[in-house]
Nanobody, 127 residues
């Protein structure tokens, strides 16, 4: 059974950092693309970043480039989102999602591409 569990959210001041974790179970990361999405109050869910199954490529939405870094630890079957220089507009519930694809396949930050979703973790950036 595929399961994704996010953690690491919280309250942080502008300019601060957080590292989100997405612990995967029931599958090996190599066979799945993983995406991070977020949904702010009153807004649609949007793609933040994604990583291919073989870890060879990552993508970021323009608003987080240079500030967020997605990585993974295959031994722990966990994917991370390191978020630096956080801004109030980064406030949202962050979700990780997974979809089975060939290891070398490019990922996309499109919700409809993903079948499996975690429950989300709240990130609040405020002074």
């Amino acid at each position: 059974q595929v399961q994704l569990v996010e953690s690491g959210g919280g309250l942080v001041q502008p300019g601060g950092s957080l590292r989100l974790s997405c612990a995967a179970s029931g599958f090996a990361l190599y066979y799945y693309v993983i995406g991070w999405f977020r949904q702010a109050p009153g807004k649609e869910r949007e793609g933040v970043s994604c990583i291919s199954g073989n870890g060879g490529s990552t993508k970021y939405t323009d608003s987080v480039k240079g500030r967020f870094t997605m990585s993974r630890d295959t031994a722990k079957n966990t994917v991370y989102l390191q978020m630096n220089s956080l801004k109030p507009e980064d406030t949202a519930v962050y979700y990780c999602a997974a979809e089975i694809l060939p290891a070398q396949a490019m990922c996309r930050m499109i919700m409809e591409d993903y079948t499996y979703w975690g429950q989300g973790t709240q990130v609040t950036v405020s002074s």
